[in-house]
């Protein structure tokens, strides 16, 4: 080659890059076609596996669309209910049979499901007519047993009747608890209880029980029968369960086979990744050969540039392509790189690689979040929204509506959550029970509902809505067995105190038979005071009942504490110091001085036997937060138990360890202030630094009474009736110093007369439990219809009273708790409409 020397630079450059030209636009030729066949044939088959992945993901979610309405039949007893959610299960069904209808392998797993739905809406359609007669019947036991709970607590009655009575609560007391078993050995149990009963009670009945026991046989009877109703309710119970069972089951196995296509897709995928990735490396080796001759055609004339440029950039190339196919593992050595712009390059590439990693990693999460939140959203059992700024609705679960009882076609419609709650049936009430944050509303059905509202950060909120109707249920059940509890140890302790005070009488009248005068005298003394302790014994439960007979006035608290120091430092043990505190102006309260006295000498001789050796009694007068009086009595005692502060009210609940304590004293103060129309707390602490227990008494203030008798807003004419002659006494002479005219019955037929031939009347108070059974609620149904406008009050020494459906929602309705002190009648009259002016 002699003339290659005589080549000038330029032309061999020249030559170089033409050549290097030719072999680049060769390989460029080949690459493209390796490529361009590559992505067809990656798009083709991309596009298959796609179709059959959303054919998998479609059954997939159908099948779990009726895992998850299927469980929501069995909380449906409505037929009307029922028949449309199984229609929605039926409908998910036949997408799910639409997706499978050619995949044999699915036609036995959906031959089962079908045939599962089916059961599972036989077992669950009858249930709404049984538990519609189980609820009748379970109505009719409850005033049976109310009735023959009554008659056998009639002491006017034979004992032998009232036997009977007895046996016959029983007997309802059986047939209801049948009917609210919950399982079928319970039920069996229940039911030849019922059976032993009867047989035992039928020899026994007397006339007057004939027409009660019919009621109660003819209650069980009805239909097929409270226990083979209740054992068919049961087993279909069971049905559904089994059902539920099958389906889940089903289901399971349905949602397996389309996991096992995805996977199947996924496997076929990746293979043709690989082999794709195979020509790609072909290709790759191709090029880089071609690469090599243009390096050897141009190394003369541009070693440094094909050296370092080239290859430089061919690796920054090769890791660039990696990294846009996904490869954020690749590498880009910088060994033998500078500064200069390749350099800048190579750091470049890291930065850029670096940014890809954290856009995967933060794409990765955001992703598992929104799937997270996508299937607790879906799935929470309570009714959640989410409200943006304006307070308008921007998403919202299934639940929400149906918690709601609304129709989910209008779901569309944007709204605000008050709106919502406002078109549904459910109405806020106040509850001791709320906490902060919750609300609790309920619908005339006795659904209870909670709220819980959230705020977001920006503005908006999230709010939670919770089925909480059976927790009410238990806790009013629960409550009322307390009560009844409590009750039946009053009367077993009241029955136990008096059987010894009447065996006390009754054996001193046989020795006074044949005794002289002299032992005479003595037995007579013994009865006097058996009697003056049944008597005692009368004072202290009329204490608790808050039906004794009190005389107040208004007293000077501080003033009456003070006199009584000499006396309470006489009743308290020799090491406990007695302290007074008492505020520089009269504290003024209406209460009976005497009965204050006992309860004061009562808390103070209770504080004094908590203290062990020594410690102090602080007694505190001054006013309440609303201007009422306030007396506390505190002491440095050992302080009481949880358990012990929670019943220390109770009634014959004593925890003194001598056996000497009635367990009334706690009881008599607690009626006392709570007739005299205050308030009672008690706060106890048992460990150190400060433990004992602090009683607080509250009354008042005065300036309600008074103002109220002072300025009676109207007068008229106002009709009281109670059985109570006492209760009736108190009430009609309030009324009578407030400047009313006051028609006092005391008797059920007296007030039903004085109502029909009144010619006007502007109020009616009765009692709730009447004489002869008699009900206050039809005297103030007759005083609605007769007199319109008349305002209608309801005593009743219950705490919850449910009026029947007439008079439900009046405006003029009112009930109270008795007995009614002067500043509850008071408080009556100031908050009544003004009365009626027509005659």
């Not at 308290?572 to 009976?592: I, K, M, N, T």
């Not at 001789?605 to 609303?626: C, E, L, M, P, Y």
Request: with cysteine; glycine share 6%.
């Amino acid at each position: 080659m002699p003339a290659l020397p005589s080549l000038s630079v330029r032309f061999r450059l020249s030559a170089a890059i033409a050549v290097l030209f030719g072999l680049i636009l060769l390989v460029s030729i080949i690459g493209m076609r390796v490529l361009d066949r590559t992505e067809t044939w990656m798009n083709v088959l991309h596009q298959e596996t796609l179709t059959e992945v959303s054919e998998a993901l479609d059954l997939s979610r159908h099948a779990a669309d009726l895992a998850t309405s299927a469980p929501f039949l069995y909380a449906l007893f409505p037929p009307f209910q029922l028949e449309r959610e199984a229609e929605k299960v039926r409908d998910s069904l036949a997408r799910i049979e639409t997706h499978a209808s050619d995949d044999p392998t699915l036609a036995l797993p959906m031959a089962r499901l079908r045939l599962a739905i089916d059961d599972l809406t036989a077992a669950l359609v009858p249930q709404s007519a049984r538990k519609a007669a189980l609820t009748a019947t379970d109505r009719d036991m409850q005033r049976l047993n109310a009735r023959a709970r009554k008659y056998a607590t009639d002491t006017r009655l034979a004992l032998r009747e009232r036997e009977i009575w007895a046996s016959l609560q029983q007997l309802t007391a059986s047939a209801i608890a049948a009917g609210r078993a919950a399982e079928l050995i319970e039920l069996g149990e229940f039911t030849r209880h019922f059976n032993k009963i009867e047989r035992s009670i039928e020899p026994r009945l007397l006339s007057s029980h004939l027409a009660t026991y019919q009621e109660i046989q003819a209650a069980v009877s009805r239909d097929s029968g409270l226990f083979v109703l209740k054992h068919r309710a049961l087993a279909a119970q069971l049905d559904a369960e089994n059902a539920l069972f099958r389906i889940r089951q089903e289901v399971g196995r349905i949602t397996t086979y389309a996991e096992e296509k995805v996977a199947l897709a996924e496997s076929r995928l990746s293979r043709a990744r690989a082999e794709t990735s195979h020509n790609l490396g072909i290709a790759k080796k191709s090029f880089l050969t071609f690469t090599l001759m243009s390096l050897l055609v141009a190394v003369t004339s541009a070693l440094y540039v094909s050296r370092y440029v080239t290859r430089n950039l061919k690796r920054v190339a090769t890791a660039m392509r990696a990294l846009a196919q996904g490869d954020h593992r690749s590498e880009l050595p910088r060994a033998g790189v500078g500064t200069d712009e390749i350099g800048q390059l190579f750091a470049a590439f890291q930065v850029f690689r670096d940014n890809a990693r954290k856009l995967d990693r933060r794409t990765a999460q955001v992703l598992r979040q929104n799937a997270l939140f996508s299937r607790v959203f879906r799935n929470i059992k309570d009714g959640v929204a989410i409200t943006s700024v304006d307070g308008q609705i921007d998403a919202e679960n299934q639940n929400l509506r149906a918690l709601l009882r609304l129709p989910s076609d209008d779901a569309k419609i944007k709204t605000g959550m008050e709106t919502l709650i406002a078109r549904s049936a459910f109405v806020r009430q106040a509850s001791a029970d709320e906490r902060g944050g919750f609300e609790e509303y309920v619908d005339p059905l006795g659904h209870v509902l909670e709220l819980r509202h959230s705020p977001l950060p920006d503005g908006g909120a999230v709010w939670l809505l919770s089925e909480t109707t059976e927790r009410k249920r238990i806790d009013e059940r629960l409550e009322e067995i307390r009560r009844v509890e409590t009750l039946g140890k009053v009367t077993g302790e009241v029955a136990h105190d008096f059987g010894n005070i009447l065996s006390s009488i009754s054996g001193n009248l046989h020795l006074l038979e044949n005794a002289d005068d002299q032992s005479s005298q003595h037995f007579r003394a013994r009865i006097r005071s058996a009697v003056d302790l049944g008597v005692s014994l009368t004072e202290r439960l009329l204490a608790f009942a808050r039906k004794q007979h009190l005389e107040p006035q208004i007293t000077d608290i501080g003033l009456l504490v003070e006199g009584m120091a000499d006396l309470l430092e006489m009743a308290l043990p020799e090491g406990v110091s007695l302290e007074f505190q008492c505020d520089d102006p009269p504290v003024l309260a209406r209460v009976d001085p005497g009965q204050l006295e006992s309860a004061i000498l009562n808390l103070c001789v209770n504080a004094g036997q908590a203290i062990k050796d020594s410690g102090t009694i602080r007694i505190f007068v001054g006013h309440g937060q609303s201007g009422g009086a306030r007396l506390s009595i505190q002491d440095s005692g050992c302080g009481m138990t949880p358990d012990v502060l929670r019943r220390a009210t109770e009634p014959f609940f004593t925890h003194r360890n001598d056996g000497n304590g009635t367990g009334l004293g706690l009881s008599m103060v607690d009626g006392f202030v709570h007739q005299s129309g205050g308030r009672l707390t008690i706060q106890s602490r048992t460990a150190p630094p400060q433990p004992g227990t602090t009683v607080t008494m509250e009354f008042p203030p005065l300036a309600q009474a008074p103002d109220a008798a002072r300025k009676p807003r109207n007068q008229g004419t106002i009709l009281v009736v109670d059985d109570d002659l006492t209760n009736l006494t108190a009430t009609s002479t309030a009324l009578e110093r407030l400047g009313y005219v006051v028609l006092a019955a005391s008797s059920f037929g007296e007030g039903n007369n004085l109502i029909k031939h009144q010619h006007r009347l502007d109020m009616v108070i009765s009692d709730l439990n009447l004489d002869d059974g008699a009900s206050g609620w039809e005297l103030l149904q007759l005083a609605c219809d007769l007199h319109p406008t008349c305002d209608l009050v309801l005593m009743s020494t219950r705490q919850t009273v449910r009026p029947p459906d007439v008079l439900n929602g009046l405006p003029q309705l009112k009930i109270l708790t008795k007995p009614l002190s002067e500043i509850m009648i008071a408080e009556l009259i100031g908050a009544r409409r003004p009365l009626s002016t027509s005659t």
